[in-house]
């Protein structure tokens, strides 16, 4: 095989021995631009919820041949019925993976370092275990530093898509060696959305690379989850955004329902400028058609409204796994204001009533001044 230019200089450099012991270890790694979704890879998937059901059959589909282990005999069943070769355990899936093996890990973020216990030490050399959930980058950089006495290679894949990603493809944040990025190459084409009918940018032209495809090798370890993890706190806020101006619309018609006019209610001035009966599912539609917001976030909002503007399957407790909190404590260490990531976190912890007892702490000291008593709903 012909190297790349770039790797000829490597090799002619003081970086000659890690380059042949990458080559020995991995195998000769195509140039990137040889490397598609047609060359086929074996892949072990660790984890059968959702999403990791779904990326098996999309990398099925494609072509590559998937062994599967799960807590749940029963989802290992039901993948093993659309062809998908099942593993009762971590050491039976290793054994029926070909080396070098690609073990694919979709658990919680809390599972990570338990199920990478279990199955190190039955791996070998050259072997790769890539993180598919949503990780704290910090535990990334440990993991590729403990893993790499053994030289098992570790990747970390930030994965946004979520429940549509088995038709729309999945994107993806990637982190780790470029040497072992590049060997994964098909795997992560088969599973991304690809070009797709989005038009190109300006000038992509000029810039190659995997970015319009849908997967992007964003650096060393940990570079793939903090960019995911980015994109998360960005996603809290445009969601609170979303929220927070439907609200406004939801209450538009005030003026009509009449307001308490009393010592503790600040009193509606104005009410006949608050008349309006807004279709919430009528407007988001609208906003989907040409407006500067448009977005799949958006989209998914308008389907909702469309079904239920009372949203009564929902009770408005709104979770947050971690990314929220990890991109503020990032935005600190690094001394860039995120106002807007903030509030949409601290609003996710008063969704799930964490706000109420510093809520009563303000009605004890209103009644302690001033002897206000609290209003019932």
């Known amino acids: 095989m012909v190297l790349p230019k770039f790797r000829w200089s490597l090799l002619t450099s003081a970086a000659t021995v890690h380059w042949c012991n990458v080559r020995i ?124 006495p053994r030289q098992i290679a570790y990747v970390d894949v930030g994965t946004s898509g979520g429940v549509w990603g088995l038709e729309r493809g999945y994107c993806m944040m990637i982190g780790g060696d470029a040497a072992v990025v590049r060997r994964l190459d098909p795997i992560f084409a088969a599973l991304a959305p690809g070009q797709g009918d989005i038009p190109r940018t300006p000038g992509r032209e000029k810039l190659g690379g995997t970015a319009e495809r849908g997967y992007l090798h964003c650096g060393p370890s940990g570079a793939g989850h903090f960019v995911k993890m980015v994109h998360n706190g960005i996603e809290y806020g445009i969601m609170a955004a979303y929220a927070e101006g439907l609200g406004i619309l939801h209450s538009a018609n005030i003026g009509k329902t009449g307001s308490a006019s009393d010592a503790e209610t600040t009193p509606l001035r104005h009410p006949d400028l608050y008349q309006f009966d807004l279709n919430l599912a009528d ?12 977005s799949w976030l958006l989209d998914l909002t308008a389907a909702a409204l469309a079904e239920d503007q009372g949203l009564s399957k929902f009770a408005g407790r709104v ?41 009563k702490l303000l009605s004890a000291m209103r009644f302690g001044f001033g002897g206000h008593v609290e209003k019932g709903p």
């Open 25 to 148: 270890i991995l195998g000769e790694i195509p140039p990137l631009n040889t490397m598609n979704e047609t060359q086929k890879m074996s892949l072990g998937m660790v984890g059968l919820g959702r999403m990791g059901a779904n990326m098996v059959r999309r990398l099925m589909r494609a072509g590559h041949p998937c062994v599967v282990h799960d807590r749940s005999a029963e989802a290992i069943a039901g993948l093993a019925k659309e062809n998908a070769t099942g593993a009762a355990s971590p050491a039976e899936l290793v054994k029926k993976l070909p080396a070098p093996r690609t073990i694919w890990l979709m658990v919680p973020a809390a599972a990570v370092d338990a199920t990478i216990a279990e199955f190190a030490p039955l791996l070998a050399p050259g072997d790769v275990l890539i993180d598919g959930g949503n990780s704290y980058y910090v535990d990334d950089i440990r993991r590729a530093k403990e893993l790499a």
């Open 283 to 294: 407007v988001t539609e609208v906003w989907r058609r040409g407006s500067v917001i448009a």
């Open 319 to 359: 979770s947050d796994s971690g990314e929220g909190r990890w991109t503020i404590q990032a935005a600190i260490d690094e001394g860039v204001p995120v106002p807007v990531l903030s509030a949409a976190l601290y609003e996710r912890f008063a969704s799930r009533g964490e706000a109420d007892y510093q809520d």
